[in-house]
């Protein structure tokens, strides 16, 4: 059973930093690309960040040098470093599970979701 746990999510101030963190489990985790996907409020799903089984990454342009997305095969754990935090950061913060290796934004799980709100 695949299962992904998505936790760290919270209320910061604008320019404050949080660290999300997706537990994953019931697949080979270390072989599998691991995306993170955001929702704001009234709007549609926009993808973050993907990193690959070999560890390379891509962003957003939105995130690009605020936000490090990295992986953990040991403990099984996909992570986002989100620094320099904007209200328009605010969303729900989900993990997604690649249905390869690599980072082909194309999704067969994700998890429950973890809210951060920026605000002041």
């Known amino acids: 059973e695949v299962q992904l746990v998505e936790s760290g999510g919270g209320l910061v101030q604008p320019g404050g930093s949080l660290r999300l963190s997706c537990a994953a489990s019931?697949?080979?985790?270390?072989?599998?690309?691991m995306n993170w996907v955001r929702q704001a409020p009234g709007k549609g799903p926009e993808w973050v960040s993907c990193?690959?089984?070999?560890?390379?990454?891509w962003y957003a342009e939105s995130v690009k040098g605020r936000f490090t997305i990295s992986r953990d095969n040991a403990k099984n754990t996909l992570y986002l470093q989100m620094n320099s935090l904007k209200p328009e950061d605010t969303a729900i913060y989900y993990c997604?599970?690649?249905?390869?290796?690599?980072?082909?934004?194309?999704?067969?799980?994700w998890g429950q979701g973890t809210q951060v709100t920026v605000s002041s």
């Open positions: 997604a599970k690649d249905l390869t290796g690599r980072c082909i934004y194309e999704y067969d799980y």
């Open positions: 019931g697949f080979t985790f270390g072989s599998t690309g």
């Open positions: 990193i690959n089984s070999g560890g390379s990454t």
